[in-house]
């Protein structure tokens, strides 16, 4: 061991010294205050993805509510999304007449799904080369009706 190792030794054996009263006080205020930072970041942190959220939500409803195709708007308790959905099953015959009335009637609130479901339809004729069990508007049938009130007979049209 050279000198200036000798020295070297001795310097950092002098930079050890007992803790001074007041230090380790220092050392846990340092330390609680680095604490609350970080609680104070965590909150913030919390209340950032909170925001996120609202502001995503609200967007997510907001576009939903502007949409105009289907899988937007609510017309006689079904979506166009819903009302797309079932399509298949109108056209095959397989829903019950009470949702086949909601959709007559989300159809008659809502242009795009009857501009969509003629097209679903065109398409299911071609695919499965059968007459769809359900169109809109319904085909115009002529129905004479035998006796009407007041006696008149009149031609009928659905
Ligand atoms: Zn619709």
């Known amino acids: 061991m050279n000198e200036q190792d000798k020295f070297q030794l001795q310097n950092q054996d002098s930079n050890w010294r007992d803790c001074q009263a007041g230090d380790i006080g220092k050392v846990s205020a340092q330390l ?3 604490r609350r930072v970080r609680t104070i970041q ?14 995503g939500l609200g967007w997510f409803t ?31 015959g397989e829903l019950e007449n009470k949702q086949v009335a909601q959709i ?4 008659d609130g809502c242009p795009d799904c009857v501009e969509h479901l003629e097209k679903a339809r065109q398409e299911y004729e071609e695919r499965t080369g059968e007459k769809a069990k359900f ?14 009130p007041r006696g008149l007979s009149v031609a009928r049209v659905w």
């Open 42 to 55: 965590q909150r913030g942190a919390v209340l950032g993805l909170i925001l996120i959220a609202v502001v």
């Open 62 to 92: 907001m576009h939903l509510q502007n949409q105009d195709k289907p899988g937007g708007h609510l017309v006689a308790g079904l979506y166009c999304s819903e009302v797309a959905d079932m399509a298949e099953k109108l056209f095959a």
């Open 135 to 148: 169109q809109y508007p319904p085909e115009p049938k002529v129905v004479l009706a035998p006796l009407m």
């Open 104 to 107: 007559t009637g989300h159809l």
């Open 32 to 34: 609680k205050r680095r």
